[in-house]
């Protein structure tokens, strides 16, 4: 700071951190160019080798990936990211492995992590954390593992979703649906899936890798919804929320409140579900307009309905223009359900080949309807439907678990037949390169492993403790191995090892206590 002698404490105090500001803007800019230049250059493995080792300091040296050979050993079979590891670790002496659960399965920063309250990026996750497991319901995070910066690929799946993750991430994937109700899931890495094929030979259109669909989402409890979600929906789909200005200066637009439809069961709905004094009241009949009614009140009074969807943001919202707010995307199971068959109720509908179609001209709705079914377990792709070249509306196909009906209007839900035989299903379609970017994996306290990312996608939260001990154990490099368990998962970790390697004597040390497998 220059001329300190003729300026106040304050000014000077005030300019350093303008220049501080400055500084820290200048570095962030500088940082940001220096990024894009290195991802583009021939320097970027050496870089990335060494940030790894010594800030990172993962293991950089190339490992051996050919099978483990582990005669006693009888449970899954090592990836080859894990036999590399267990061999590298054998050769060392005094070595200590924090192989925190669930290693291996690293996704790019920026991906997001479904939690009880909503989405959060993997990086900002830390231990204590609750996300959602494959069962809807909340699970902690166990341990959080920065992977360095790692080669990723965006993984596209049958119904348009994607993530994206590291070669080494776990996948818990299983063959086509026979239809006869058997389901049996493998855990395979991104390499090892890629290796097999993502079709069968020569059949681009029988799929091999299906992961598991999750079940419906269980958010954290939310405030009252403001409007009952049946009529929310109902009005999203054959609502009229325009408005128009008025003359007085200062007044709020007026809100042209109205609803169509040829169903006298969705209009007695609204009639007894409605706030008390609304009245669903019948337009005089013109051509093309004979189905029209409006939500109005006695004259004088407030209408609650034009002041919840003001509240909403929906108050002059046009076709194109609708939304879900988020305090309903984010509501319960039913309420969920309930706005889905107000949507349904009005702009879906049931094909004679049992297809279930929602059409709307609002992208965001569309996107917001696929967020609702894909967090009740179910798939909602999103197509364009164009005419003359020009975008006019957006139809989706919509496919929803056993149990959960689309539609509540009579003649909609009993024209649906359940799914039984082929229930929501995600394929993986396609692996996208995407260069080197930082990652970070989590482990969760979920008996599967499984946790849920974006748009509702499951994936995987493994036994190479074990491995290595059996590996020290058959060299004689090792009398007793010792493993580090967290107490959390202590009980599935000695039946995974009574499994894993019958008749191996396993001695539990916690405290002062030591209990052997055997209970003594």
Known sequence: VVNQDVKTPEQITAERHAHQARAVQFERQLAAHFRTWLLGSEHVGTVELTLNEHRYGLLTATPDLRPLTLPRYQGPL???????????????????????????????????????????????LKIGDQV??????????????????RPTYRVHFSDDSSVICDEDHLWSVRPPSKGDGTISFRVLTLREILAEGLYRKGDRGHKK?????????????????????????????????????RKTRGALPTMALGFSSADEEIILRLRATLPVGIRVRKKPERPNAKYDYSLCVVPGRANPVKGALRALGLAGRTSKTKFIPDCYKYSSIQERIELMHGLMDTDGHVRADNNVE??????????????????????????????????????????????????WLKRKATAYRPRNKY????AITRVEPLGSQPATCISVDADDHLFLTEQFIVTHNTLTALMLA????????????AVVVPLSRLGDWVMNAATALPGLRISVIGGETVRASDGS
Do not use: W
């Not at 959602?132 to 910066?149: C, H, L, M, R, Y």
């Open 358 to 407: 929602f059409c709307t001209t609002s992208l965001q709705l569309a996107e917001d309807v696929q967020f609702i079914v894909q967090s009740l377990g179910g798939t909602a792709p999103i197509r364009e439907k164009r005419i003359d070249g020009v975008v006019r509306a957006y139809r989706q196909s919509i496919a929803l678990p056993v149990g959960i009906n689309p539609f």
């Open 470 to 481: 059996e590996l020290l154990l058959q060299s004689g490099r090792a009398r007793l191995p």
């Open 423 to 426: 229930p929501p299903s995600r």
């Open 209 to 245: 890798h299906f992961i598991p669909m999750t079940q419906p989402v269980e958010f954290a409890e939310q405030p009252s919804l403001p409007l009952d979600p049946y009529v929310l929906g109902a009005l999203l789909g054959d609502g009229c929320l325009t408005t128009y200005s």
């Open 78 to 124: 090592a990836h080859p990211f894990q036999a590399g590891h267990v061999r590298a670790a054998a050769r060392m002496d005094g070595v200590i492995l924090d192989f925190g659960v669930g290693l291996g399965k690293a996704l790019a920063h920026g991906m997001r992590v479904c939690t009880p309250r909503g989405f959060a990026p993997i990086e900002e």
């Open 132 to 149: 959602t497991g494959a069962n809807g319901k909340p699970t902690i995070i166990t341990g959080v593992f920065p992977q360095g910066i």
